[in-house]
Structure formats: C-alpha cells, structure tokens
C-alpha cells in the first residue's frame, strides 16, 4: 500500500516534467517524429483534438488534414466540433483530460479564458499543443502553438491595398470572430499599415463571424447605410466572408473587384475562383494544411523530445492577376 503510493507520488512529480518539454522560441518547422507510438509502449498514440467548428472552407481543410495525418500515421484521434461554442471546447478538452489521452490539441475559438483548463492539463501531466490560433494564457501552460502569423497576414493586406488604390480607399471591415486570435491580429496588422497612409480610412465595421451567410447579411446592411454608399474597398478578415460580400454587392447593382476592391486571406479555392472571375482582387494566404505540423510535434512531445515554441507556415500573397487556370488546379484547399 505504501509502496503504491509513493510510486504514485513518484508518477505525479516525474511526469509532468518528462513530458512539458518546452523548447525555444525559433519558428522553424519542425520534422517527422517517427513512429505514431508513446515513449512507454508501442500502444498507438492518443490526441484529443477540440475544434472550433465548421465555420468555413478553410476550418473544412483544416479538420480533413487533421483527420488524414492522424489515420495515415495510426493515430487514436478523438475529434470534438466545439460548434464555435467555448464551452463546449473546455468541456471536450476536461474529458480528454479524463481519459489520460496522450497529448491534447485545440484550436481556440476566443483568445481569452483558458488558464483555468490549461492548468488542469499541466496537473494531470498532459501536454498541450495550440493549433491555429493563440491564447492569451500563459506560455508555460502548454507545450507549442503551431499555425499562423496573423499579424503579418493582416499587414500584407494593408500593403497590398495601399498598392492597389494609391494610397486612398473609404474602406468596409467584416472582421471575423470577436475575440478570437485572427480577428485581433490581422485587424490589428491592416491598422498598422493604412496608419501611415492618410488617405485610407476604415468607416464601417461589423464581425461575420468568419462565415459566407454572415458575410452577406452585414455586406448587405453596410450597402444601406449612408456611409455604405461611398465604399471603394472591403478588407474581409477571412474568403468566406468576402464571398457572401461579393454576392451582396452584385445583389446592390455594384460590381464588385471593380466598383469595390475586395482584399481578403485564406487562399481557398473558391477565393481563387472569385478571382479568375474578376469578382475578388486579393488573397493572402492563410495555411490550414496543419496536421503533418501537428502530429510531428506530439510524437516527439510524447517521447520526451523538445519542439520548437513557436511554429509558423510559410504563406503567400495571391494577387488575381497571378490566376491561371493551372494555378487553381495546384491549389490543395
Ligand atoms: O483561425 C483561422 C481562421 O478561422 C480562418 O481564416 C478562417 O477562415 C477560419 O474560420
């Protein structure tokens, strides 16, 4: 009985250490782990993974390239759609957490919030890996975040923009999700860059929540308000909104990509297909391909290995002049 607990002891205060191995803080990309099994066994590995939901084309090849990777290496994936609900997200990850899975993934829908839960994992002794978009908790309450600098993609929209027009645009923001971290950064990118350019001015704003139907519904509202009326450009947070935007601005008798200039990110196909039609001018690329990042960072994090802090894709900017036909059928999203 003794014996039992001190070894339990023994679990409790080695275990967290062996596997919270934090690395630095380069953004290099990180390679294969080798082999989908824990340090201790050759029982495959477990990851619980909490999504934000199905929000988008880009949320749809983000989830496919999670669950692809996790059967290709023979992973024990157990996937929960948190429904753009942060309730839900927490609720998935304290059962993943009470299933003793080996490592826990989730793609925050909100920023703020999560010191509690992360906290509850680093009790337990579980690492976690942020997927996609960053919390404000403490860095050392998970292992690694692995996704997007969307900072940067909101300031190359700006630039691209500041480009296109010359320097002058009366501007409608669809911001995405409020609160979550690409509605905050790129917002926050795209500002750095029109402030040096007086001429450039944001004079609506409204979230859409990162999907098509909201896109349309606030295009359609900003279109009727009088200062609706003088726009020369949209900056849309993600495609999927601009898309909806694009059908309400036809619907308003404009032509949009001409009569407005449409700028967006996340580089789907659809996006692309708006632009070889002339109806969106920009995207910047936005990477969802994440699950071959992921999965090498919980195979090494599983075996005690160290992994990069910070880990970002390396993305693009597609203007439509670049569209070709054979530039859409390379596109893998
Ligand atoms: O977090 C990434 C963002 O979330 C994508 O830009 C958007 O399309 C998605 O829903």
Known sequence: MRRSIVARIAVAVLMPAMLWACGNND??????????????????????????????????????????TA???????????????????????????AQHVDVIMF????????????????DAGIPVIISDRRVSSPDD????????????????????????TGGKAVIAELDGTIGSAPMIDRKKGFEKVIADHPGMKVVLEQSGDFTRAKGKEV???????????NIT?????NDDMALGAIQAIKDAGKQPGKDIIIVSIDGIKDAFNA???????CTV?????????????????????????????????????????????????
Request: with cysteine.
């Open 141 to 164: 309450l998970y292992t690694c975040f692995i996704g997007s600098n969307f900072e940067e993609e909101g300031e190359k929209a700006g630039k691209w923009l500041a480009e296109k």
């Open 219 to 229: 295009m359609e509202t900003m279109l009727k308000q009088p200062e609706g009326k």
């Open 71 to 97: 059967k290709q290496r023979g992973i024990d994936l157990r996937f929960v759609d948190s429904q753009g609900q942060p309730d839900n997200q927490k609720k998935a990850i304290s059962s993943f957490i």
């Open 233 to 237: 450009a949209v900056f849309s947070h």
């Open 27 to 68: 953004s290099t990309s990180s390679s294969s782990g080798g082999g989908a099994t824990t340090k201790a066994s050759s029982k495959p590995l477990v990851v619980g993974f909490a999504q934000t939901g199905a929000e988008s084309g880009w949320r749809t090849a983000n989830t496919q390239s999670i669950q692809e």
């Open 275 to 281: 632009m070889q039609k002339g109806d969106l001018n």
């Open 285 to 333: 690329e936005c990477n969802p391909l994440l699950g071959p990042a992921l999965f090498d960072a919980a195979e090494k994090v599983a075996k005690g290995e160290t992994v990069p802090k910070v880990i970002y894709s390396k993305e693009g900017v597609f203007d439509q002049a670049q569209v070709t036909p054979e530039l859409i059928a390379s596109r893998k999203y």
């Open 107 to 122: 793609s925050p829908i909100v920023t703020d919030g999560w010191t509690p839960i992360l906290n509850d994992a680093k």
